[in-house]
């Protein structure tokens, strides 16, 4: 029978733990080869469709912390085990090479078992080995003397500098300019250009920032692939042999830019995951073409390198353009570096980042998020959004109310807003349309204020459809109903 642990030896266990993950934190930094990362893969496969889909809605993007935080716990644990089992060595056969060598080793073991990296592992097992080889077992013991307890102190430490030093050191910034990007530039001015002049400089204009661009991510760490390593496979029931493409033949194919809006279905009706950039990438139709898709359902089904994968008709994927570049810059690691796909006019779920595979399909299969639970492979909704940044009071007294609308590829005709809860309504001034057929447009709307106001806003497509007003949840198909807010000037 195995002893109950005392008090201070799990103590220790926990101190041994943290070691190993900070060590392999700081080798690996926020990526894949960070131990916790499968650990959170795991977690978030784990977790009911129904536990997702309510954090999605009631947490929002900050949902994430909830599982990060079980995963570096139980990341943890496991390292806390393993010290707890070298320190049982150590009691017993009274070698503390021997316990530190186990330790070490079984680390070493689980590291590269999760994470698939034998040489970065050494980051997690280093520190572990070696804080069971030092540390003061049994505090009433002589032998652990101030001395050995030094020397833990600096193991711990020097795992915990170093950890730091390597964020520190980790560059997270500068990205390299895209491949075939001339006139990139030019775009982003016409789109600076176009954009209304509002009073709040932190409102987003017609083009999102790469750094401020919205993140929807199945999985805590984004999949780190080279342009060198990278290949797509068109594959599945095809009428002529599979394809794979390289980078180099990707970006070798006639490049365009194209101003684009992203929107996630999971977002709530006011939220901020709607995003628009200057694209640059190769329309996919010919790819297609060359191996004669051939399957029952005429449809298709994508897969990313993080395990991601939707399935929707082949016609839309023709619609679909292979992206590199965003705002003249690579695609940064976070919005599908180094190729992903953009399909026009539907959610956001339907342009895989990381794009590693497309499947000709015989039978419909559902994707990630179908299976739990959403539809977001259809079309967007209409929506005008009107976002803290947007409300402003101006320097003569008036109000200022600004925001984006948004409807897909039926465009944006107009932006009505209210101040007095719905009964009259003013068209608002918008922005200049961008060249493009799936882009947002900018509204503005001044007013006198005089105490509190019920502020509603709703956009109008270029077919004359009003934005829906009844209400609804994000799950299944998108948030619905018109903003409202009291502002109370
Ligand atoms: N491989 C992969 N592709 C993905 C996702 C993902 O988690 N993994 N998320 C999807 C969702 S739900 C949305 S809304 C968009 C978001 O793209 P962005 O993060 O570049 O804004 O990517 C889509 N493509
Ligand atoms: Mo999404």
Request: glycine residues 12%.
């Amino acid at each position: 029978m195995l002893q109950r642990p005392t008090g201070h030896e799990l103590r220790l266990a926990a101190l041994g733990g943290v070691s190993g993950v900070a060590g392999s934190y700081a080798v690996s930094g926020y990526t894949p080869s960070f131990v916790v990362a499968p650990i959170d893969a795991l977690v978030v496969s784990l977790t009911p469709g129904a536990v997702v889909q309510f954090v999605i809605e009631n947490v929002g993007s900050a949902g994430h912390l909830l599982h990060i935080a079980l995963s570096l716990a139980l990341a943890v644990g496991l390292f806390a085990g393993v010290t707890l089992a070298g320190l049982r060595l150590v009691d017993g056969a009274g070698s503390r090479l021997s316990g530190g060598l186990l330790s070490g080793l079984l680390s070493w073991v689980a590291a590269t078992a999760t994470t698939g990296a034998p040489l970065l592992a050494v980051g997690a097992a280093a520190p572990v080995g070696l804080f069971v080889a030092l540390a003061p077992l049994d505090r009433t013991r002589p032998r652990f003397d101030a001395s050995r307890r030094r020397a833990i102190g600096a193991v711990a430490g020097f795992a915990g500098v170093s950890a730091v030093t390597g964020t520190l050191l980790r560059d997270d910034g500068s990205l390299a300019a895209a491949p075939n990007t001339a006139g990139v530039e030019e775009q982003l001015q016409a789109a600076e250009g176009r954009s209304l002049s509002v009073n709040n400089a932190d409102l987003t204009g017609l083009v999102s920032g790469v750094r401020e661009f919205y993140n929807t991510d199945i999985a805590e760490f984004d999949p780190e692939i080279t342009a060198e390593e990278w290949s797509m496979t068109i594959t599945g029931e095809t009428g002529a042999d599979d394809l794979t493409v390289d980078y180099g033949d990707v970006t070798g194919m006639p490049a365009e830019h194209r101003y684009l809006t992203l929107r996630c279905v999971g977002e709530q009706l006011n939220g901020h995951k709607l995003d628009t950039a200057v694209w640059t990438g190769t329309p996919i139709a010919p790819l297609l073409d060359e191996v004669d898709p051939a399957g029952d359902c005429d449809c298709v089904l994508l897969r990313g390198e993080d395990g991601y994968f939707v399935r929707y008709p082949t016609e839309v994927l023709r619609t679909g353009f292979l992206t590199w570049g965003m705002n003249g810059q690579e695609l940064p690691t976070s919005h599908g570096h180094p190729v992903r796909v953009l399909i026009p006019g539907h959610w956001g779920e339907t342009n895989v980042k990381w794009l590693t595979e497309i499947e000709l399909l015989d039978e419909p299969v559902d994707g990630y998020w179908e299976r739990r639970g959403w539809q977001g492979t259809g079309t967007v909704t209409t929506v005008a959004k009107l976002w803290d940044e947007g409300i402003t009071p101006l320097s003569d007294g008036r109000m200022e109310l600004a925001g984006h609308a948004y409807a897909g590829l039926r465009g944006i005709q107009r932006v009505e807003v209210s101040t007095d809860g719905g009964d009259s309504w003013t068209d608002a001034t918008l922005s200049e349309p961008l060249p493009g057929d799936d882009v947002w447009r900018q509204w503005r709307h001044r007013y006198d204020p005089d105490g509190a106001h019920e502020v509603v806003v709703r956009a109008v497509d270029r077919d004359g459809n009003v934005q829906t007003e009844a209400e609804s949840n994000p799950a299944p198909t998108g948030a619905t109903g018109w903003v409202r807010r009291t502002i109370d000037a």
